[in-house]
């Protein structure tokens, strides 16, 4: 794709500073380039959602947590993946694919709230639990650390987690990390939450007056809520969904205008897949997943690293918690 044609299609975005077209050039080539060295080095890109556009234009394949887990398992002769994503998710890639480098263009691409609960810390409050509760499952968001899969009983994300909760033979949860989250999930089962007290700073800092003004500007537009989002900021909402339901709920809704109330990035997706119809922004940046450029992922296919390492003993127990999140699905 030529840096004009990739300059006009990203002019839709309103970033003219960053979209340039001195940027759009440096991106064809580096498109150019990183295309040629997925053929030459047999590997295939993953990217979530709230990864920069131009990396959307070399992603082989685009999506939710839920969605690259499933892709991760699926993968079949390549020899490496590029994970356009952060750190959690480049480990859930390698669990699934324990034979298969797995390389994170950006090592720092961490997740706030995946740091929000140590392994240890969650053995000692479940051990707790279970005094009381003995029917007590340990439940993760894959937000999480490897070595906290490990120590889990199933994992989920946002677009299963109320599906998966209710379908396993437990009376009480002990849900992590995302606070947030549990009381979503709390207000959609009939079993007892006990949630951890961590959260994604980016969601926590959406606010509902934000989206009132919003509202109030476009009183015809839908309002699409991540359940990572407060309480009060759900209660706004027309469909609370996971980005991938976002997604199809933007394409296969009647409705023309929508507002988007997750990380940027999703939005960005939206407007460059959907032209027909408008988003408006209520979000915040992850500044974590803006740390993979398409510089960094150039760079990692030609030096194929860094790799994402993990201990055989974590990687079979995790592997547990995740499988079943997929069988769950």
Same mark, same amino acid.
């Given at each position: 794709?030529?840096?004009?044609?990739? @300059?006009?299609?990203?002019?839709?975005?309103?970033?003219?500073? /960053?979209?340039?077209?001195?940027?759009?050039?440096?991106?064809?080539?580096?498109?150019?380039?990183?295309?040629?060295?997925?053929?030459?080095?047999?590997?295939?890109?993953?990217? @979530?959602?709230?990864?920069?556009?131009? %990396?959307?234009?070399?992603?082989?394949? %685009?999506?939710?947590?839920?969605?690259?887990?499933?892709?991760?398992?699926?993968?079949?002769?390549?020899? $490496?993946?590029?994970?356009?994503?952060? @750190?959690?998710?480049?480990?859930?890639?390698?669990?699934?694919?324990?034979?298969? &480098?797995?390389?994170?263009?950006?090592?720092?691409?961490?997740?706030?709230?995946?740091? $929000?609960?140590?392994? #240890?810390?969650?053995? &000692?409050? *479940?051990?707790?639990?279970?005094?009381?509760?003995?029917?007590?499952?340990?439940?993760? /968001?894959?937000?999480?650390?490897?070595?906290?899969?490990?120590?889990?009983?199933?994992?989920?994300?946002?677009?299963?987690? #109320?599906?998966?909760?209710?379908? %396993?033979? /437990?009376?009480?949860?002990?849900?992590?990390?995302?606070?947030?989250?549990?009381?979503?999930?709390?207000?959609?089962?009939?079993?007892?939450?006990?949630?951890? +007290?961590? +959260?994604?700073?980016?969601?926590?800092?959406?606010?509902?007056? +934000?989206?009132?003004?919003?509202?109030?500007?476009?009183?015809?537009?839908?309002?699409?809520?991540?359940?990572?989002?407060?309480?009060?900021?759900?209660?706004?909402?027309?469909?609370?969904?996971?980005?991938?339901?976002?997604?199809?709920?933007?394409?296969?809704?009647?409705?023309?205008?929508?507002?988007?109330?997750?990380?940027?990035?999703?939005?960005?997706?939206?407007?460059?897949?959907?032209?027909?119809?408008?988003?408006?922004?209520?979000?915040?940046?992850?500044? /974590?997943?803006?740390?993979?450029?398409?510089?960094?992922?150039?760079?990692?296919?030609?030096?194929? *690293?860094?790799?994402? %390492?993990?201990?055989?003993?974590?990687?079979?127990?995790?592997?547990?918690?995740?499988?079943?999140?997929?069988?769950?699905?």
């Amino acid at each position: 794709m030529s840096s004009s044609v990739l @300059h006009n299609k990203f002019a839709r975005l309103g970033a003219e500073n /960053y979209y340039s077209e001195t940027a759009c050039k440096a991106f064809e080539e580096d498109i150019e380039n990183i295309n040629a060295l997925k053929k030459e080095k047999n590997a295939i890109i993953l990217a @979530h959602n709230y990864q920069r556009p131009e %990396i959307f234009e070399v992603a082989d394949f %685009i999506g939710d947590s839920l969605e690259l887990a499933r892709k991760a398992e699926q993968v079949k002769d390549v020899s $490496a993946i590029i994970f356009c994503g952060v @750190h959690f998710m480049a480990e859930t890639a390698k669990i699934l694919n324990p034979k298969r &480098k797995v390389i994170l263009p950006n090592l720092e691409a961490g997740c706030s709230l995946a740091e $929000a609960a140590d392994a #240890v810390d969650v053995m &000692k409050k *479940a051990e707790e639990l279970r005094k009381i509760y003995p029917n007590l499952a340990v439940v993760s /968001y894959v937000n999480t650390t490897a070595e906290v899969k490990a120590v889990s009983d199933v994992c989920v994300t946002s677009g299963n987690a #109320v599906k998966i909760v209710n379908s %396993i033979p /437990y009376n009480v949860i002990l849900f992590l990390p995302d606070r947030n989250l549990a009381a979503y999930v709390s207000q959609n089962t009939s079993k007892k939450i006990v949630p951890w +007290e961590g +959260e994604c700073y980016v969601h926590e800092e959406i606010q509902p007056d +934000e989206i009132r003004k919003l509202k109030e500007k476009c009183p015809n537009a839908e309002v699409l809520v991540h359940p990572e989002c407060r309480t009060d900021v759900l209660s706004l909402a027309d469909h609370i969904l996971s980005t991938a339901g976002m997604i199809k709920r933007a394409k296969e809704s009647p409705s023309k205008e929508f507002i988007i109330v997750t990380e940027c990035g999703l939005s960005d997706r939206l407007l460059l897949e959907i032209p027909e119809k408008r988003f408006y922004k209520s979000c915040q940046l992850c500044k /974590y997943m803006k740390m993979i450029t398409l510089e960094d992922t150039r760079k990692s296919l030609e030096q194929m *690293a860094p790799e994402i %390492i993990l201990p055989d003993s974590i990687i079979r127990k995790a592997e547990v918690a995740i499988k079943r999140m997929l069988e769950y699905s």
